[in-house]
């Protein structure tokens, strides 16, 4: 199975356990509203441009606000079906790319809404995707970093992924640098190097 196609259907179980109010990573944002995005996002990605493109951010908003009178459970299901079948993301190679990280981070933004949460045990399969798509994605992600950067696993596994004057690393276990790349500050990451490096980092803007 690959990321996208499991992050899915545990996003999906989530949103059944949370309900629509509880709180999430992204800010004013509940359940409801976070699983409205998806949809939006994967169901009218013509209407989902406001979501990187501000002067368009008010289609965005008015298609979400087109979810305000759905059942919840209508919503997970529409979610769990997968994307329709004009949908770019039907294609499997697009689903895999655009929404393993997608749907991995906004889980982990559902389940770590509030105090109290533990990261999810190991999972090898999934930790190498992490892993795998870290390498891919993370010089668009750091790109704003003023050192350079050097992500490493506890076991020693290291890839440099920002270069530039100075450096930190920063280590975790591949969900926990997925979450820190992708700006969320719920990670359970160490920032090491010189005083003014780390300060330096911490400082920039993080996360797309």
């Known amino acids: 199975m690959s990321l996208a196609t499991d992050e899915r259907a545990a996003l999906c179980a989530e949103f059944e356990r949370s309900g629509p109010d509880r709180p999430t990573l992204?800010?004013?944002?509940?359940?409801?509203?976070?699983?409205?995005?998806?949809?939006?996002?994967?169901?009218?990605?013509?209407?989902?441009?406001?979501?990187?493109?501000?002067?368009?951010?008010?289609?965005?908003?008015?298609?979400?606000?087109?979810?305000?009178?759905?059942?919840?459970?209508?919503?997970?299901?529409?979610?769990?079906?997968?994307?329709?079948?004009?949908?770019?993301?039907?294609?499997?190679?697009?689903?895999?790319?655009?929404?393993?990280?997608?749907?991995?981070?906004?889980?982990?933004?559902?389940?770590?809404?509030?105090?109290?949460?533990?990261?999810r045990p190991a999972d090898p399969g999934r930790d190498g995707q992490l892993w795998n798509l870290l390498a891919t994605q993370s010089r668009l992600l750091f790109r704003r970093s003023p050192v350079g950067v050097v992500l490493a696993r506890p076991e020693g596994a290291r890839q440099v992924v920002a270069t530039g004057f100075g450096v930190v690393t920063v280590t975790g276990e591949p969900a926990e640098l997925v979450l820190h790349a992708f700006g969320r500050d719920a990670a359970r990451v160490e920032v090491t190097g010189l005083p003014a490096d780390v300060e330096a980092y911490r400082a920039a803007p993080s996360g797309m």
């Open 26 to 119: 992204c800010e004013g944002w509940n359940a409801r509203d976070l699983l409205t995005h998806l949809l939006v996002r994967e169901r009218q990605p013509w209407s989902a441009a406001g979501i990187v493109v501000p002067a368009l951010s008010g289609v965005t908003e008015k298609a979400m606000e087109g979810y305000a009178s759905e059942a919840w459970p209508n919503m997970i299901d529409d979610l769990r079906k997968g994307p329709p079948a004009w949908s770019p993301f039907k294609v499997g190679k697009v689903d895999e790319l655009a929404n393993g990280a997608e749907f991995f981070v906004h889980h982990e933004d559902l389940r770590r809404g509030e105090p109290g949460w533990e990261p």
